[in-house]
């Protein structure tokens, strides 16, 4: 199923999308006489998966007055209870981290560095030996069609095409063989980035610190894995006011959505509702590309079998 969380008459409302149309649950449940369903995301998700059944039943019998055309969507998940971005595209990290070095050392005066990676590339090696993360921003969420307040006039505004997965279930030491049935389901997300707020600050090798810490946009919906015939051999695009940047596929991660659950419930529990952002596809953001955005562009990311996320962007100086 694909869960969404629209703009409803008595404010954000659960929903699943039927064909053209959304379903309000907790409407369509009061309809068919299910007491107790879940009334928000979260609430869905702790339910765990005889709400999911629920839900899926009652979307093969929508009835008419239950079904909303074309609502305002919202950020699916639109306070998660945490949100950890990873590092689990690591060709995008390769070419950034070679790209950032030579920035910082630019800006300093200093000769150009050369790689101090494992086989000539520049990431330590530890992060092909394990998930490397930051807690990222779960504060400042935006959802589809919403606009990007940048927090101050930019020198370089950057958008990154990644997706993210949602914890399904609370858990603690959860194994890898079974880790899949541990994930509610995926959504794409936006990695906002300032870097010229970026560069400076990562010199103290503490991670991006506030270049990040404004925007965090998800969505449009969060497709459950029964969607999927593989999520790893999914096509994900950006487009910048209708051309194509950049594209990829989920199938290029390093390390997968099963080394992260495993790796973050150990020995402490992982929590249902908790988002985990995979990181960066290789080409996906304008600091690999040498561009940058401009005051109101429309930036779209667009993954195969979840839909498009699409924002505009507005500098706070511009006319």
């Given at each position: 199923?694909?869960?969404?969380?629209?703009?409803?008459?008595?404010?954000?409302?659960?929903?699943?999308?039927?064909?053209?149309?959304?379903?309000?649950?907790?409407?369509?449940?009061?309809?068919?006489?299910?007491?107790?369903?879940?009334?928000?995301?979260?609430?869905?998700?702790?339910?765990?998966?005889?709400?999911?059944?629920?839900?899926?039943?009652?979307?093969?019998?929508?009835?008419?007055?239950?079904?909303?055309?074309?609502?305002?969507?919202?950020?699916?998940?639109?306070?998660?209870?945490?949100?950890?971005?990873?590092?689990?595209?690591?060709?995008?990290?390769?070419?950034?981290?070679?790209?950032?070095?030579?920035?910082?050392?630019?800006?300093?005066?200093?000769?150009?560095?050369?790689?101090?990676?494992?086989?000539?590339?520049?990431?330590?090696?530890?992060?092909y030996n394990q998930v490397i993360y930051y807690n990222a921003d779960?504060?400042?969420?935006?959802?589809?069609?919403?606009?990007?307040?940048?927090?101050?006039?930019?020198?370089?505004?950057?958008?990154?095409?990644?997706?993210?997965?949602?914890?399904?279930?609370?858990?603690?030491?959860?194994?890898?063989?079974?880790?899949?049935?541990?994930?509610?389901?995926?959504?794409?997300?936006?990695?906002?980035?300032?870097?010229?707020?970026?560069?400076?600050?990562?010199?103290?090798?503490?991670?991006?610190?506030?270049?990040?810490?404004?925007?965090?946009?998800?969505?449009?919906?969060?497709?459950?894995?029964?969607?999927?015939?593989?999520?790893?051999?999914?096509?994900?695009?950006?487009?910048?006011?209708?051309?194509?940047?950049?594209?990829?596929?989920?199938?290029?991660?390093?390390?997968?959505?099963?080394?992260?659950?495993?790796?973050?419930?150990?020995?402490?529990?992982?929590?249902?509702?908790?988002?985990?952002?995979?990181?960066?596809?290789?080409?996906?953001?304008?600091?690999?590309?040498?561009?940058?955005?401009?005051?109101?562009?429309?930036?779209?990311?667009?993954?195969?079998?979840?839909?498009?996320?699409?924002?505009?962007?507005?500098?706070?100086?511009?006319?």
């Amino acid at each position: 199923m694909r869960f969404v969380t629209f703009k409803g008459v008595k404010g954000p409302t659960l929903g699943a999308i039927v064909g053209e149309a959304v379903l309000d649950l907790p409407l369509a449940a009061t309809m068919a006489g299910v007491g107790d369903f879940p009334d928000s995301m979260q609430s869905l998700i702790e339910a765990g998966e005889p709400a999911v059944a629920i839900a899926r039943s009652l979307a093969e019998t929508a009835e008419g007055g239950a079904l909303v055309r074309s609502p305002r969507l919202l950020a699916p998940l639109p306070r998660p209870v945490r949100f950890r971005d990873c590092c689990l595209f690591l060709e995008h990290m390769e070419v950034s981290a070679g790209k950032i070095a030579k920035a910082q050392a630019k800006a300093a005066g200093k000769p150009e560095p050369t790689p101090e990676g494992p086989n000539g590339n520049w990431l330590n090696a530890q992060f092909y030996n394990q998930v490397i993360y930051y807690n990222a921003d779960h504060l400042h969420v935006y959802g589809p069609e919403d606009d990007i307040p940048w927090p101050v006039q930019p020198g370089w505004a950057d958008y990154e095409l990644e997706w993210a997965c949602v914890v399904g279930k609370t858990a603690s030491n959860i194994e890898r063989s079974v880790a899949h049935e541990h994930i509610f389901g995926f959504t794409i997300f936006n990695d906002w980035s300032a870097r010229d707020l970026q560069f400076p600050f990562m010199e103290a090798k503490l991670g991006p610190g506030e270049a990040k810490d404004f925007a965090n946009s998800f969505g449009p919906c969060i497709a459950t894995p029964d969607e999927f015939a593989d999520p790893y051999d999914l096509q994900m695009t950006a487009r910048i006011n209708g051309e194509i940047w950049s594209s990829g596929s989920t199938g290029t991660m390093h390390h997968r959505w099963e080394d992260a659950l495993v790796q973050f419930s150990r020995g402490k529990a992982l929590f249902a509702g908790e988002v985990i952002g995979s990181g960066t596809v290789l080409g996906g953001c304008g600091l690999e590309l040498d561009k940058q955005l401009n005051h109101g562009d429309v930036v779209e990311l667009e993954i195969e079998g979840i839909g498009v996320l699409r924002n505009r962007v507005l500098f706070p100086h511009s006319a």
